[in-house]
């Protein structure tokens, strides 16, 4: 039974895999968006940042960055607090 249950998840790992690389653009192709332009149009106006990248991580996206660097510093904290020395 579990070589059954192996076989079918393989099969469908592989077959999802094999879908993925069909279907991937060519590497280095630019993918746009209608996002793209609305970005780039209204970057300097909406925030102020002349750096349209900036302007997407720091005010379009600010609560995701916040989340991004929450979860670095707590990582950081962990390894911190796992490596320290005990002094007994």
Same mark, same amino acid.
């Given at each position: 039974? #579990?070589?059954i +249950?192996?076989?079918?998840?393989?099969?469908?790992?592989?077959?999802f895999?094999? +879908?993925?690389a069909?279907?991937m $653009?060519?590497f280095?192709e630019?993918?746009?968006s209608?996002m793209d332009d /609305?970005?780039? #149009?209204?970057a300097?106006?909406? +925030?102020?940042a002349n750096?349209v +990248?900036?302007s997407?991580v720091f %005010? /379009?996206?600010g609560? %995701?960055?916040l989340?991004?660097?929450?979860?670095?510093?707590?990582?950081?904290?962990?390894?911190i607090?796992?490596f $320290?020395?005990?002094?007994k």
């Amino acid at each position: 039974m #579990k070589k059954i +249950v192996f076989g079918i998840a393989f099969i469908l790992f592989f077959s999802f895999m094999l +879908v993925s690389a069909i279907n991937m $653009r060519p590497f280095g192709e630019p993918t746009f968006s209608e996002m793209d332009d /609305y970005f780039i #149009k209204n970057a300097q106006s909406e +925030v102020g940042a002349n750096n349209v +990248v900036t302007s997407i991580v720091f %005010d /379009y996206r600010g609560f %995701d960055t916040l989340g991004e660097a929450t979860v670095l510093f707590t990582t950081i904290s962990g390894i911190i607090a796992l490596f $320290r020395r005990v002094n007994k």
